[in-house]
């Protein structure tokens, strides 16, 4: 699986040359973003909610699904607001934190996601590796689209502090 940066706004998250899923912000600057699914004509948003804009959430119709907070470290902290509460790690390792992982309460990786650097367009294509029961979650493309908009947010809060 793949996501794709069509322009500073846009990303799309592919499969077999099939889209799943649009990832759009609604400004260059702005941190509010809207899931859109070929098939579904639901509302998701995907905001930063505190005074410090460390916690995140997801939205949709109004109701909120999940909700993330950044922990020390660069690690995030994902918490389903289903009717049966989930608890995810997301996490970076590698070389130069290349990698991200999201894992489970219990420590099993369910997702894994690299980011690449397309120099035709100066921008980040995201690439993914699924266990197989990950691929089987309900809503597993939720939680793909988050661990990209956190990425880019960890991304963004890097070149900050290495700027200033």
């Known amino acids: 699986m793949i996501a794709i940066t069509r322009s500073a706004k846009m990303i ?17 600057f702005s941190w509010k973003a809207h899931v859109i699914l070929p098939d579904d004509s639901s509302d998701i948003l995907i905001s930063r909610v505190s005074i410090w804009k460390n916690i995140c959430t997801v ?10 907070r950044f922990l020390f470290f660069g690690k995030v902290r994902i918490e ?11 996490k970076h390792k590698g070389f130069f934190f290349s990698k991200a992982v999201l894992v489970d309460k219990d ?3 369910l997702a894994t996601m690299q980011r690449r650097f397309r120099w035709k367009g100066l921008k980040f294509d995201y690439h993914f590796e699924l266990s197989d029961a990950f691929k089987r979650r309900e809503g597993f493309i939720l939680l793909l689209t988050l661990m990209v908009y956190l990425e880019r947010i960890r991304k963004k809060r890097r070149s900050r502090a290495m700027s200033s």
Do not use: C, H, W
């Open 12 to 28: 799309d998250f592919m499969q077999y040359e099939k889209t799943l899923a649009t990832l759009s912000y609604q400004g260059i």
């Open 59 to 68: 939205k949709v119709d109004r109701q909120e699904i999940y909700s993330s």
């Open 80 to 90: 389903s607001k289903n009717d049966i509460p989930e608890i995810f790690l997301l």
């Open 107 to 109: 420590g099993r990786e």
